[in-house]
């Protein structure tokens, strides 16, 4: 049985998440909790563009030539 997929990406509930605690926050810079998120953001982040080179890197001379098309 498969996994399913969420409805909204991570990246996406991540962003709508730093928002909210920005506009709520006096101080959102010493904020340990906005902090947090923004490293999960990135770490999120650097995962989707890790993924999308080892695909690339694996289609070899497919890949270049998909990408430029």
Known sequence: MAKKRAAEPDEARLKKKIVAKLTSHS????????????????????????????KKRAAGSKGAAATSA
């Open 27 to 54: 101080n959102p810079e010493g904020d340990a909790a906005v902090r947090s998120l923004r490293k999960r953001l990135k770490r999120e982040q650097r995962k989707r563009r890790a993924l999308v080179l080892r």
